[in-house]
């Protein structure tokens, strides 16, 4: 398995978004956006861990400490169940490597030092297999299909992946 550390989101993380912000890696997600939306996500990520409210880390494996990609977590609410939902994106260079299954693995291990009965959800879209594989890889069930808007405004059916087990 690729050894993985989850780098607590900074300052100069923006970079990391700009180079996930491209037509084959947001193929999944409604295309890319413009940097200045970009910007005002770097600054969220930035403004809900000083307030606690969500996590997204930087994904650094040996020899890029400047992180081949960004996963975090954030409260949910799935049909009046408090959860959290996951999500990530690996850079294109470095898929199929498993980083983003250790990844997902090092983030279930975080939220269960917050959070330790708490489901995580994941909503892949049913056309992303690769992300359904790497839910199914680290655990997680196939709980169903259901239409999913992200981002605002486009709707398309996505997978229901939960994680419910106390421990990885």
């Known amino acids: 398995m690729t050894e993985v550390r989850?780098?607590?989101?900074?300052d100069g993380d923006l970079a990391t978004l700009q180079r996930s912000n491209t037509t084959e890696?947001?193929?999944?997600?409604g295309g890319p956006e413009a940097p200045e939306a970009?910007?005002?996500?770097?600054a969220r990520?930035?403004?809900?861990?000083?307030?606690?409210?969500?996590?997204?880390?930087?994904?650094?494996?040996?020899?890029h400490p400047e992180g081949v990609g960004s996963i975090g977590y954030w409260p949910h609410d799935h049909h009046g169940e408090a959860a959290?939902?996951?999500?990530?994106?690996?850079?294109?260079?470095h898929q199929g490597r498993g980083i983003a299954t250790a990844a997902l693995r090092a983030l279930i291990a975080e939220v269960r030092r917050h959070?330790?009965?708490?489901?995580?959800?994941?909503?892949?879209r049913l056309t992303n297999e690769a992300s359904g594989a790497i839910c199914r890889k680290a655990g997680f069930e196939l709980a169903g299909v259901e239409a999913f808007e992200y981002p605002r405004g486009h709707v398309e059916d996505s997978a229901v992946w939960v994680f419910r087990s106390p421990a990885v």
Do not use: C, N
Request: glycine share 8%; net charge positive; no cysteine.
């Open 6 to 10: 989850l780098q607590r989101w900074s």
């Open 25 to 29: 890696m947001t193929a999944h997600l």
């Open 115 to 124: 959070h330790p009965a708490i489901a995580i959800y994941a909503y892949p």
């Open 38 to 42: 970009v910007e005002r996500r770097h």
């Open 45 to 63: 990520y930035l403004g809900e861990w000083r307030d606690g409210t969500a996590r997204m880390f930087r994904i650094v494996v040996a020899g």
């Open 84 to 93: 959290v939902e996951a999500g990530w994106a690996v850079e294109s260079a």
